[in-house]
């Protein structure tokens, strides 16, 4: 009986055995993981249509497998891309909870960069892991409404003009008076080109009122007086920038002598402030042209031709260098911004250019000629699709292009059409860079987001300068005045600020200058009125030194 006893124990113990091996070689079954298969923003896949997006989005996300909810809330999220704020959605589900939809519980903000994400750690029903998630940005559309209540043509450009005055006025430097380079920069350098725009801007606010004629020559004769008395001067010419209180010179990247342009654009101003205030009692306007005179007279014009070694007029003169490509750098050649430095050149009583310097130099012996087509448009001079609009701009604060004509080119053609590549390119927009459009549009030198560039057609790094449109409206009225509209009243709350329009902005990054140049805000004033009364140009071509310079370099015009 005890071995029967035992028998049976071991057979038990044997089976025992058996099953447990059995159960163990059971495998374990691991849950599969999963990916994101596609998401969109009202229902257009991202990136596709990362831009213009409404501000009630609906935000969807497919997987390939359902979706364990308990994880989504700490795994799937919508943050305002600014702030970092998180953005609260509701929740909801299709597809047997493979597709999970998210929903702002609000309104989100116009013109804003908002981020939507998806962890890797997010589960599925099943307990498998997410290979891949994803994070992605939009940005939500322009807000239509407008920003200000409208008003009149007329009475928005009286507006724009003199909230962009106040720059000069406010930020005029409280030793010199000059303008400052920016709004944001070193307080105590000064701009001799920006002063020369912001003394234009001056004649135009005492013309229109916005101060009085008083208060005007007495700034303008803190400027001479601070000129004249103060500055450090090569053979008659100014530095680029200038320390505000004491006159010396500020380098300007290598340059650390004369620059021979930005005293051009000095003169011009000045030269245009000596024919308005014309008063033969006055004493401080008869003070002010004597003061005027004395430095227009003695910048040697022909002594930046390497003190007529050359035919060409050279941009900079920096006595600390030794080698003569350092000394004079920069030759003045071909189209571009320094068309009045020659026009001055010329027109100098006292130490004028001979016509070939400008042939030669300026013309390039004809090769300044362009001629092809952008866009439909011939462009008569200068590099493919014009270049920076800032070209038709600065020279032409005081020249009057209307009917003018060398042999180059008709200058009034010339400047309709850079202007309208400009236009066209930005309408057409190649680089579909969001925002731009036949209301918004505009390229030229600029503060960009980390630095500043000159932009064109080609070098378009999608910032959009108001200075451009706004200071084109003689060449392109009906299409600046509509990007002046749209600039002030569908973007107002974002560019327009206290001494008027912003440097520039970009859309596409969403990105807003917090600045206000001098050489960009004077031509706004200045381009407007000579579109509105012509006055500039009619003051500055009423020189009798202008009018027998532009003669002597085969100029033609009515005025003339």
């Given at each position: 009986m005890?071995t029967?006893?035992?028998?049976?124990?071991?057979?038990?113990?044997?089976?025992?055995?058996?099953k447990?091996s059995?159960?163990?070689?059971q495998?374990?079954?691991?849950p599969?993981?999963?990916?994101?298969m596609?998401?969109?923003?009202?229902a257009?896949?991202?990136?596709t249509?990362a831009y213009?997006?409404?501000?009630?989005?609906?935000?969807k996300?497919?997987?390939s497998?359902a979706i364990?909810r308990?994880t989504?809330s700490?795994n799937?999220?919508?943050?305002d891309?600014?702030?970092?704020?998180?953005?609260?959605?509701a929740?909801?589900?299709?597809?047997?909870?493979?597709?999970v939809i998210l929903?702002?519980?609000?309104?989100?903000l116009?013109?804003?960069?908002?981020?939507?994400?998806?962890a890797?750690?997010?589960k599925?029903s099943a307990?498998?892991?997410l290979?891949g998630?994803t994070n992605?940005t939009?940005f939500?559309?322009?807000d239509?409404t407008?920003?200000f209540t409208?008003i009149s043509?007329s009475a928005?450009?009286d507006?724009?003009?003199?909230?962009?005055?106040k720059?000069?006025?406010?930020f005029?430097h409280?030793?010199?008076?000059?303008?400052l380079?920016?709004?944001?920069?070193?307080?105590n350098?000064?701009?001799?080109?920006?002063s020369?725009f912001?003394?234009?801007?001056?004649?135009?606010?005492?013309?229109?009122g916005?101060?009085?004629?008083?208060?005007a020559?007495?700034r303008?004769n803190t400027?001479?007086?601070f000129?004249?008395?103060?500055c450090?001067?090569w053979h008659?010419a100014?530095?680029h920038?200038i320390?505000g209180s004491t006159g010396?010179?500020v380098?300007f990247?290598?340059n650390?002598g004369?620059?021979i342009?930005?005293t051009?654009?000095?003169?011009?101003g000045?030269?245009t402030?000596?024919?308005?205030?014309?008063s033969n009692t006055d004493?401080n306007?008869?003070?002010l042209?004597?003061?005027?005179?004395?430095i227009w007279?003695?910048v040697?014009?022909?002594?930046?031709?390497q003190n007529?070694a050359?035919?060409?007029i050279?941009?900079?003169?920096?006595?600390?260098?030794?080698?003569?490509?350092?000394?004079?750098?920069?030759?003045?050649?071909?189209w571009n911004?320094?068309l009045i430095t020659?026009?001055?050149?010329a027109?100098?009583t006292t130490?004028?250019?001979?016509k070939?310097v400008?042939?030669?130099?300026w013309a390039n012996?004809g090769n300044?000629?362009?001629?092809?087509?952008?866009?439909g448009?011939?462009?008569p001079?200068?590099?493919a699709y014009?270049?920076p609009?800032f070209?038709?701009?600065y020279s032409?604060?005081?020249?009057n292009?209307?009917?003018?004509?060398d042999a180059y080119?008709?200058?009034?053609t010339q400047?309709?059409a850079?202007s309208?590549?400009?236009?066209?390119?930005?309408?057409?927009?190649?680089?579909?860079?969001f925002?731009?459009?036949?209301?918004?549009w505009?390229?030229?030198a600029s503060?960009i987001?980390?630095g500043?560039?000159?932009?064109?057609?080609?070098?378009d790094?999608?910032?959009?300068?108001?200075t451009?449109?706004?200071?084109?409206?003689?060449y392109t009225?009906t299409?600046?005045?509509n990007?002046l509209r749209?600039?002030y009243?569908?973007?107002?709350?974002k560019?327009?600020?206290?001494y008027?329009?912003?440097?520039a902005?970009?859309?596409?990054s969403?990105w807003?200058?917090?600045?206000y140049?001098a050489i960009?805000?004077?031509?706004i004033i200045?381009m407007?009125?000579?579109?509105?009364?012509k006055?500039?140009?009619n003051?500055?071509t009423?020189c009798p030194?202008?009018?027998?310079?532009?003669?002597?370099?085969?100029?033609t015009?009515p005025y003339?």
């Amino acid at each position: 009986m005890k071995t029967i006893v035992c028998c049976l124990a071991f057979l038990m113990m044997v089976s025992a055995g058996c099953k447990k091996s059995s159960d163990a070689s059971q495998p374990i079954v691991t849950p599969a993981n999963f990916s994101l298969m596609t998401y969109s923003v009202d229902a257009v896949s991202v990136p596709t249509n990362a831009y213009n997006v409404g501000i009630s989005p609906v935000i969807k996300f497919q997987f390939s497998a359902a979706i364990s909810r308990q994880t989504v809330s700490s795994n799937i999220a919508l943050n305002d891309g600014v702030s970092g704020a998180t953005i609260a959605c509701a929740v909801s589900y299709q597809n047997g909870d493979s597709v999970v939809i998210l929903q702002p519980s609000s309104s989100l903000l116009y013109l804003n960069r908002y981020t939507a994400s998806v962890a890797t750690s997010l589960k599925s029903s099943a307990g498998g892991s997410l290979i891949g998630g994803t994070n992605f940005t939009f940005f939500t559309k322009i807000d239509s409404t407008d920003k200000f209540t409208q008003i009149s043509d007329s009475a928005l450009l009286d507006l724009v003009q003199k909230q962009t005055f106040k720059y000069f006025w406010d930020f005029g430097h409280p030793v010199c008076g000059m303008a400052l380079e920016r709004n944001n920069g070193d307080n105590n350098v000064v701009t001799s080109g920006g002063s020369g725009f912001g003394i234009m801007a001056m004649i135009v606010a005492a013309n229109r009122g916005f101060i009085s004629r008083t208060d005007a020559v007495t700034r303008l004769n803190t400027i001479t007086n601070f000129l004249t008395t103060k500055c450090t001067r090569w053979h008659g010419a100014f530095s680029h920038w200038i320390n505000g209180s004491t006159g010396a010179t500020v380098p300007f990247g290598n340059n650390n002598g004369a620059d021979i342009v930005e005293t051009s654009y000095l003169l011009q101003g000045l030269l245009t402030a000596r024919q308005y205030f014309n008063s033969n009692t006055d004493v401080n306007e008869i003070k002010l042209r004597d003061s005027i005179n004395s430095i227009w007279n003695v910048v040697e014009w022909n002594w930046f031709t390497q003190n007529g070694a050359t035919k060409s007029i050279y941009w900079q003169y920096n006595p600390s260098y030794t080698a003569t490509s350092d000394i004079w750098s920069i030759a003045v050649s071909g189209w571009n911004e320094a068309l009045i430095t020659y026009v001055l050149a010329a027109s100098s009583t006292t130490h004028a250019i001979t016509k070939d310097v400008y042939d030669i130099g300026w013309a390039n012996n004809g090769n300044i000629k362009n001629g092809s087509n952008y866009y439909g448009v011939a462009l008569p001079l200068g590099q493919a699709y014009g270049g920076p609009l800032f070209f038709a701009h600065y020279s032409f604060l005081g020249i009057n292009p209307n009917g003018l004509s060398d042999a180059y080119a008709n200058y009034q053609t010339q400047n309709i059409a850079h202007s309208t590549i400009n236009y066209n390119y930005c309408t057409t927009n190649p680089k579909s860079f969001f925002g731009y459009s036949s209301a918004c549009w505009g390229l030229t030198a600029s503060d960009i987001s980390g630095g500043y560039t000159a932009s064109s057609p080609t070098n378009d790094v999608s910032v959009i300068a108001p200075t451009a449109a706004l200071s084109s409206m003689p060449y392109t009225p009906t299409q600046s005045m509509n990007a002046l509209r749209f600039f002030y009243y569908k973007l107002g709350d974002k560019v327009w600020k206290d001494y008027g329009f912003i440097d520039a902005f970009s859309l596409n990054s969403l990105w807003f200058a917090g600045s206000y140049l001098a050489i960009d805000q004077g031509p706004i004033i200045c381009m407007i009125e000579n579109y509105r009364s012509k006055l500039l140009w009619n003051l500055f071509t009423s020189c009798p030194e202008i009018k027998a310079g532009m003669k002597n370099l085969g100029f033609t015009a009515p005025y003339l």
